[in-house]
């Protein structure tokens, strides 16, 4: 086990979320007790061939063990490109760093598992390819030993949420707007348990909608989404899904929300324009949903939002509109901009893995109880 000293500690972390249009690449300071420090970042691009792959894989129900092996080696390929374009230009070298924590691509997350099997979550990656290629230890593999311990392996961001954002002299409410939404509540008292879950889709409906019909992979500022209107009775009807009304702990997936599930709830009759309107709002009311869910007394409400869709304009509109008495917050003011949250809690992860500390959050996935994540792949 690593004793703490003065000098700061570099880790990188690798994050590809469901969005599938790159990997983040972080590199972070971790020094004795403060909190980790942000100092550098990279965003490789996805390459076409790659994200028709990944994705193909993410909605299949066979797959060949050839497909799997190539996508997994494309795959690790891009991540070694973004470990080599984050740290070019810095005066850290690879040497330096002490693990890179890596995510992987998650293809299928099924906490509850399907009709009688076990419960399974899936995340495409070659952490021993990834530590030949960088000439780096490797930490992956975070989500199974909570699945393990009869956790839902998913959310874990909030543990780091905890490590930057908790106070206290005041509560925190964190917002992440990736593939899918998930909500942190930190109290200020250190003896309550922190709170997160997932509240339901975000940029995954959005993107996939917006693709199909605009060819492109996102809605710039939400202004496609502005164009259209509300549809009230579509929304009503993608509200009824279940999921909305299951009590925390909560993650879900592509295995649930995908644009299969959304054509079902649609009569034909819908402008394009009008059902991207409706998913936008589905994520806004969906949040607000969970906030209600965690009962927070009433008065001003900070909710530091982040993640790829903090920068979707029309979704932070609607956000608001939904949550009168909260003030959305960037994370940039404690040193962390919206994009790099989730990266940096795969590095923050990495470290907790090689120095023996818990990286779940009982409170937040149902697992047994505090557990070690990760398994550690030598350089």
Not at 120 to 129: E, F, G, R, V
Not at 173 to 182: E, P, R
Not at 199 to 225: C, I, K, M, S, Y
Not at 253 to 276: M, P
Request: charged share 15%; with cysteine.
């Amino acid at each position: 086990m690593k004793t703490p000293t003065a000098s700061p500690l570099y880790y990188i972390g690798l994050m590809s979320g469901t969005s599938l249009d790159g990997i983040d690449a972080a590199l972070i300071a971790i020094e004795n007790d403060s909190p980790p420090r942000l100092l550098a970042t990279h965003a490789e691009p996805m390459p076409d061939e790659l994200h028709r792959l990944l994705f193909k894989l993410c909605h299949a129900d066979q797959v060949s063990f050839a497909q799997l092996a190539a996508a997994e080696h494309a795959f690790c390929q891009c991540q070694a490109q973004a470990v080599q374009h984050l740290l070019a230009p810095l005066s850290v070298g690879i040497e330096q760093i002490n693990a890179i924590g890596s995510h992987g691509q998650t293809v299928e997350h099924a906490p509850a598992g399907h009709g009688d099997g076990p419960a399974y979550t899936l995340q495409l990656d070659n952490p021993s390819l990834l530590a030949e290629l960088t000439g780096c230890t490797v930490v992956a593999d975070f989500r199974r030993r909570d699945l393990a311990a009869g956790g839902q392996a998913a959310p874990l961001a909030p543990a780091f949420h905890q490590a930057l954002f908790g106070r206290a002299d005041a509560h925190q409410l964190v917002l992440n707007l990736g593939g899918f939404a998930n909500l942190t509540w930190l109290s200020s008292q250190p003896t309550d348990p922190v709170i997160g879950f997932d509240t339901g889709p975000a940029n995954v409906l959005l993107d996939g909608w917006f693709a199909l019909h605009q060819g492109g992979r996102f809605d710039q500022d939400g202004d496609w989404a502005a164009s259209g209107n509300v549809d009230e009775a579509l929304l009503a009807r993608l509200l009824s899904e279940p999921f909305f009304q299951q009590p925390p702990p909560r993650s879900t997936g592509r295995e649930l929300f995908h644009l299969d599930w959304l054509q079902k709830h649609l009569s034909g009759q819908e402008a394009a324009a009008d059902v991207q309107a409706t998913l936008a709002e589905l994520t806004a009311v969906s949040v607000a949903q969970g906030i209600e869910q965690l009962r927070i007394d009433s008065g001003p409400l900070a909710l530091i939002t982040a993640g790829g869709g903090a920068h979707n304009g029309y979704l932070m509109q609607r956000l608001a509109h939904h949550l009168p008495r909260a003030t959305l917050t960037s994370p940039a003011a404690y040193g962390w901009p919206e994009d790099w949250i989730e990266a940096g809690a795969f590095a923050w992860l990495a470290h907790q893995r090689l120095n023996h500390l818990p990286g779940n959050l009982p409170s937040v996935t149902g697992a047994q109880g505090p557990r070690v994540l990760g398994g550690i792949y030598a350089a």
